[in-house]
């Protein structure tokens, strides 16, 4: 991939020219001894939309919490391999992960607001951060970006728990933005919600990849069909002694992956053959 020289217009969604946010370069992953995840070589263009899509398994949650370490809250995970941003191994000894987590934000499948008011949802992160511009103007800011504003201006001090399940997990994103995230990793957030929701987040979706690097977890291929610029294929795979691995199969312009993939495997997936 090459750099990018100019800012990209608003209008003008797939530039030629990428940048490379994060890479993943032969990264494993092992819970206690057994292997989840297989060498994964990965570019992550910035500022775009990437899918991980796969048979149920194959690695995708596993990977996805790799590239802000939320791995490491895992006690049996043990992850090898280096994942680079900004020049650096994010699991060099002297990264600070919390650091690294406010860099790299997660959304996760189900909803998940604190039990505080929809203010002090979007307030507290950067509260902790020592936010020293106007907060008021951040938490609007933030619930527009997220377009949940319209929706609870005139209640930002009931709690956030009050919401819809769509409304929660919009307000998670808002969350998720106030800390004014580079890349916002997505673990199934449509899981739990109802087809309007869930179309509502996808547009939300399209909005915020113009201006941050996402990278989405979903079972839900039209879903990545429809929202992602990248998808990257997993598959499971059995190795000589039976055990099940996941690994990376093609990783590629989402448009290639569902039209005209390189992979039998991918096309049989895409198809809805298997997985
Ligand atoms: N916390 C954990 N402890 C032990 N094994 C785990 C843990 N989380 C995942 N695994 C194992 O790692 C492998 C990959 O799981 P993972 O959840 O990452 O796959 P996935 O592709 O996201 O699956 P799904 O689509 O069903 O959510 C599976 O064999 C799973 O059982």
Known sequence: MHSRSSHTSDSQKKPDRLVVEMETKEVSVYYGSHLAVRHVSLKIPKNQITAFIGPSGCGKSTLLRCFNRMNDLIPSARVEGSVIFHQQNIYDPEVDPSEVRRRIGLVFQKPNPFPKSIYDNIAFGPRINGYQGDLDELVERTLRQAALWDEVKDKLKMSGLSLSGGQQQRLCIARTLAIQPEVILMDEPCASLDPISTLRIEELLKELGRRYTIIIVTHNMQQAARVSDFT????????????????????????????????????????????
């Open 232 to 275: 990257a294929f997993y598959n499971t795979e059995i190795d000589d002694n039976g055990v099940r691995y996941g690994r990376l199969v093609e990783f590629n312009r989402t448009e290639k992956i569902f039209n005209s993939p390189a992979h039998r495997e991918t096309e049989e997936y895409v198809s809805g053959r298997f997985g």
